[in-house]
């Protein structure tokens, strides 16, 4: 439930249209959405050998403190659990209020209230502990899962057995192999978030044996909803009608059931986003718990509730900024500076398996990636091809990325200077 959480909050619903209008044809289009979950899938192989080897809170972070050094791990976490992570859950958090205000009607000016509002609550569940967060999660994450299903279904139906028309060329979009190429770039952002259950390793029963199970099965769960998904809105609005819309879960819904579909699916995509808000404030919390145990960050941020298990002030620490960015609005700016980053972190992250198997001979892990090394290869310079190629189309934002992780190396050592002192 967490990995298929994690991945599946708002975009689904909305990056299919730009895929397409990258694309000329709904076989492109189906073909990149398979090749990004394929690379994605060996992407999660990986974490699932490092969650073996370290099954422990923090994920990421754990890694790269352990193979590389403090500094690059407290980069992660500075460009991930300070920024990444609250700017992201105030986005979608902002996403779930927009898309809840429209299905019950309320006017615009109440976003902000109910973003914070919904953040306030899951904040309030998560200081309970793992358990009570976990029932959260499950519930949204079965109904972000039927919102999904509703889709395949209406798009299939919408069909009406002429399935292959999915598939076909698209006269309007004749573009250049390279700009297909570039269609990847969103696709595989689409992908993004698997590696939240790492970070609550630490929590997770038997991990050795689930975290490897979970990762792999969910994130091929993710793969095939996603293919489908994408099959459906073709079928049901054709390549260039998807390529032209700006909202195609809200248009497929509206040609079968009128305005209540769009309605309904506005709730299925509310229930998504929260969903997701519940997993990225339940993984930040813990790497900011750990950075915090390191003497990186306040000690009172490390405390861990010896009743709940929960780490209490990382959770209100994180909620409490993501609230600061949705009443402020920078959040935007933010996720599109550090989207850079977080990726550069999944590649780093990922070539720690050399390190471990190089280093920890003596340590054999209880799972071990298929086609070592090639797999974890191919994923991290596909990664770095997809970064190389974010700083070509969008070269500010992926420059004040890389300024944000600068920015972290004489903060990194003034914290180091604060914690000998």
């Not at 990056?15 to 394929?38: D, F, K, N």
């Not at 699932?48 to 352990?66: I, M």
């Not at 399935?163 to 979009?173: E, I, N, R, V, Y």
């Not at 790492?198 to 929590?203: F, I, K, P, Q, S």
């Given at each position: 439930m967490i990995v298929i959480g994690g991945v599946i909050g708002?975009?689904?619903?909305?990056?299919?249209?730009?895929?397409?209008?990258?694309?000329?044809?709904?076989?492109?289009?189906?073909?990149?959405?398979?090749?990004?979950?394929?690379?994605t899938l060996a992407?999660?192989?990986?974490?699932?050998?490092?969650?073996?080897?370290?099954?422990?809170?923090?994920?990421?972070?754990?890694?790269?403190?352990?193979?590389?050094?403090?500094?690059?791990?407290?980069?992660?976490?500075?460009?991930?659990?300070?920024?990444n992570y609250p700017g992201s859950v105030a986005a979608v958090a902002t996403t779930f209020a927009?898309?809840?205000?429209?299905?019950?009607?309320?006017?615009?000016?109440?976003?902000?209230?109910?973003?914070?509002?919904a953040i306030s609550f899951i904040v309030a569940v998560n200081l309970f502990g793992i358990r009570a967060g976990a029932w959260v999660q499950n519930i949204f994450t079965v109904l972000k899962l039927a919102a999904v299903a509703l889709l395949i279904v209406v798009g299939l139906f919408?069909?009406?057995?002429?399935?292959?028309?999915?598939?076909?060329?698209?006269?309007?979009?004749?573009?250049?192999?390279?700009?297909?190429?570039?269609?990847?770039?969103?696709?595989?952002?689409?992908?993004?978030?698997?590696?939240?259950?790492?970070?609550?390793?630490?929590?997770?029963?038997?991990?050795q044996r689930t975290l490897p199970r979970?990762?792999?099965?969910?994130?091929?769960?993710?793969?095939?909803?996603?293919?489908?998904?994408?099959?459906?809105?073709?079928?049901?609005?054709g390549h260039d009608g998807l390529a032209a819309s700006t909202a195609p879960a809200a248009d497929l819904m509206r040609r079968v059931f009128g305005e209540s579909g769009a309605t309904i699916i506005a709730v299925g995509i509310a229930c998504s986003t929260f969903g997701y808000c519940s997993i990225a404030i339940a993984g930040g919390a813990r790497v900011l718990q750990v950075m915090?145990?390191?003497?990186?960050?306040?000690?009172?941020?490390?405390?861990?509730?010896?009743?709940?298990?929960?780490?209490?002030?990382?959770?209100?620490?994180?909620?409490?900024?993501?609230?600061?960015l949705i009443l402020s609005g920078s959040f935007n700016a933010l996720l599109n500076y550090t989207t850079v980053g977080e990726w550069l972190s999944h590649a780093f992250g990922i070539a720690t398996i050399f390190w471990y198997r190089k280093k920890l001979l003596s340590e054999p892990s209880p799972y071990l990636v298929p086609g070592y090394p090639w797999l974890p290869l191919v994923f991290t310079?596909?990664?770095?091809?997809?970064?190389?190629?974010?700083?070509?189309?969008?070269?500010?934002?992926?420059?004040?990325?890389?300024?944000?992780?600068a920015i972290g190396v004489p903060v990194y050592y003034l914290w180091r200077r604060r914690a000998v002192a």
């Open positions: 708002a975009g689904i619903f909305r990056t299919p249209a730009t895929v397409a209008q990258l694309t000329s044809s709904g076989t492109e289009v189906i073909v990149l959405w398979t090749l990004g979950g394929l690379l992407g999660v192989l990986c974490y699932a050998e490092l969650g073996a080897r370290r099954p422990q809170a923090g994920g990421t972070y754990v890694y790269l403190r352990e193979a590389f050094g403090q500094l690059p791990a407290f980069l992660f976490g500075w460009t991930m659990a300070l920024i927009d898309y809840a205000c429209r299905a019950m009607g309320l006017p615009h000016e109440w976003v902000k209230p109910l973003a914070v509002g919408l069909a009406h057995g002429h399935l292959g028309l999915a598939f076909a060329a698209d006269p309007t979009h004749d573009v250049p192999a390279s700009t297909v190429i570039g269609a990847l770039l969103p696709a595989m952002f689409a992908y993004g978030g698997f590696h939240y259950l790492n970070d609550l390793a630490g929590e997770v029963r038997d991990p979970a990762l792999g099965l969910g994130m091929a769960s993710v793969v095939v909803c996603y293919v489908l998904v994408n099959i459906a809105y073709m079928a049901g609005l915090s145990a390191d003497g990186m960050f306040f000690r009172p941020i490390a405390r861990i509730d010896a009743r709940t298990g929960a780490p209490q002030f990382a959770l209100v620490a994180l909620g409490a900024w993501a609230i600061v310079t596909t990664v770095l091809c997809v970064i190389a190629a974010t700083a070509v189309t969008a070269p500010a934002d992926a420059g004040m990325s890389l300024v944000i992780i």
